[in-house]
């Protein structure tokens, strides 16, 4: 037999070995570890690449729930790995060492043993064994104090991080500031809305409400479909701006115009416009970053202007829009 088919064997003893003793070592269990958040990853991977590159709110969805298999995941790893770390620190379980597994034969024990033979073996596993029983003790202390100071530093950073992200500014908070302090001095305030992908078309909605335009009981549905009417039967008039949205990127219009009407795609500017041509309404865009945007102007004569608020940090997943209402007003929320 040759040399490397005799260190194939004796691995292999070792492996099952160790594998009949149920035995996982630290090290084992981090490879497994390793392993299990990969395989999350490619399978992650694999639902993204099945998504259109125009099912941006499915993207999103995807992304959300990984990050969360992803933290559920590693939370049950570092306690599997505690618990074996504890196990092996009180004498319960097997360590992983340069010699191999402590408490097990080495896979350079079992070759010495191997070419001395059986009653060779045997007494090369005994001698190994005590040897390593008497740095084994050592050993454990050693790691634990490394496993100890470690967890301190991470806790003191963690202390640390979180101090400093008290100390920063809430954008949330100083943009809202700045929008409420612009309507404070016309009387007016932010009405929230729900956050769903819709919330343009829902905050329109709302504000037809309050002026009692008949379309507002068929909802955002209907604003969807009546934004995505105006821009398909003025196309030559959308299209420049469609072109210059970096949102729309890799879409062709027809796609984009697709979306408008029957995706939870989030709304801008070029939806406001054609909700504007199409319902004959001014509307008016508070806005932390500068003046009030005002679009529909000419139509301003003919009834009073919808009036919406734009919050680029609201929320963490995007931009958001409000409804805006009078300081004194009270109105049930869509």
Partial sequence: QSESGEHRSTSVRCIELRKNMGGETVDDMRLRHKAELKSIRVE????????KKTEKSKKKELDVAFRKQEEELRLMQKKELSELQA?????????????????L???????????????GQEKGREDKEEEQQKVQK??????????????????????EAIERAKALPDDKALEMQVIE??????????????ADGNCLYRAIAHQLQLQGHPAAKEGFVFLRKIAATCL??????????????????????????????????????????????????????????????????EYK??????????????????????????????SEKL
């Avoid at 034969?105 to 009653?119: F, I, Q, R, T």
């Avoid at 939806?271 to 509307?283: C, D, G, Y």
């Avoid at 608020?309 to 300081?327: M, Q, T």
């Fill in 232 to 297: 398909r039967e003025h196309k030559q008039e959308f299209e420049p701006f469609f072109a210059a949205d970096e949102k729309t990127i890799g879409q062709s219009f027809d796609e984009y115009v697709q979306n408008v009407e029957s995706s939870s795609e989030w709304g801008g500017q070029i939806e406001i416009q054609a909700i504007s041509k199409s319902l004959r309404r001014a509307v008016n865009v508070y806005n932390a970053e500068q003046d009030v945007i005002r679009m529909g102007e």
């Fill in 44 to 51: 992650h991977d694999k639902e993204m690449k099945k998504v």
């Fill in 105 to 119: 034969p080495s896979l350079d024990l079992l070759e010495v043993a191997d070419s001395d033979g059986e009653k």
């Fill in 181 to 194: 302090t612009r309507l404070k001095s016309e009387s007016k305030r932010v009405y929230e809305i729900e």
């Fill in 87 to 103: 196990k092996v620190e009180s004498g319960g379980g097997e360590e992983e060492d340069e010699g191999g597994i402590v408490g």
């Fill in 138 to 159: 050592k050993k454990r202390n050693k790691a634990k104090e490394r496993l100890e100071r470690r967890e301190a530093e991470m806790e003191a950073k963690r202390a």
């Fill in 301 to 330: 004569a003919e009834a009073p202007p919808i009036e919406v608020s734009f919050h680029r940090k609201y929320y963490s997943l995007g931009e958001h829009y409000n409804s805006i209402i009078s300081s004194k007003e009270e």
